[in-house]
């Protein structure tokens, strides 16, 4: 069983860039969600994706967006990056249904310069 | 609007002794809370969890407590060990999982 596996780990891009992050779901978990996590607060909560389909979505403006495949796998994309996007960006996905847990990638540090 | 709090930035807990973490969250609807520890350069890993229809759930060291008429939790670490240090959350399950802003553990050997 692999667990869920981000990708990069540190990105740095210039203001005004677009960026995407990867990641790969834990086998047999069909929702992914993705949070952002700014330098001391915790986790906030971006969207939620379940069979390919966006099924929740945090206070974040519409340049975030996000797919899922077939496979489970998911991106998140970033359109014309601010400095305060600057951030830790963490993958989590767990298995639909019931009270859960999620298992959590080890997140991929964006620098927006 | 923070919905899961955790106002205690830091605590410092001498190796053997109790850990004790508080977190506290607004909305009556929450149903499932978990506990998630995170060290640098990781994501966070999960600890433990309790169920809204429980008050209490144990998992070796770790104890979750739930009040939730005074919508609080609590997780308890005994006895506590220098490889517990890390960045502790909590997390409320509705549509999404709702996080505090962490608590940072130092157990001092």
């Known amino acids: 069983e692999t667990g869920v596996t981000q990708s990069p780990t540190h990105l740095i891009k210039t203001r005004g860039q677009q960026v995407t992050l990867r990641c790969s779901s834990q086998?047999?978990?069909?929702?992914v969600s993705w949070y952002q996590q700014a330098l001391g607060q915790g986790p906030q909560f971006i969207f939620q994706?379940?069979?390919?389909?966006?099924?929740g979505r945090g206070n974040f403006p519409p340049r975030f967006s996000g797919l899922q495949f077939p496979n489970y796998s998911s991106e998140l994309n970033v359109n014309a990056l601010e400095l305060d996007d600057s951030a830790l960006y963490l993958c989590?996905?767990?298995?639909?249904?019931?009270?859960?847990?999620?298992?959590f990638g080890q997140g991929t540090r964006l620098t927006v310069v | 609007d923070q919905q899961v709090k955790q106002n205690s930035p830091s605590l410092s807990v001498q190796e053997g002794r109790i850990s004790i973490l508080n977190c506290d969250y607004t909305?009556?609807?929450?149903?499932?809370f978990l506990w998630y520890k995170k060290y640098p350069a990781e994501g966070p890993t999960f600890l433990i969890s309790?169920?809204?229809?429980?008050d209490k759930n144990e998992d070796g060291r770790f104890t979750v407590f739930l009040n939730k008429s005074a919508k609080h939790l609590s997780l308890h670490i005994v006895p506590s060990q220098p490889g517990d240090s890390a960045v502790y959350f909590c997390?409320?399950?509705?549509?999404?999982?709702?996080f505090g802003t962490g608590t940072s553990l130092t157990v001092i050997p």
């Open positions: 989590a996905s767990r298995f639909s249904g019931g009270q859960t847990e999620a298992f």
């Open positions: 086998s047999g978990h069909n929702t």
């Open positions: 994706y379940y069979r390919e389909e966006e099924n």
């Open positions: 909305n009556s609807m929450f149903d499932y």
């Open positions: 309790i169920s809204s229809i429980k």
């Open positions: 997390a409320a399950s509705g549509n999404q999982f709702y």
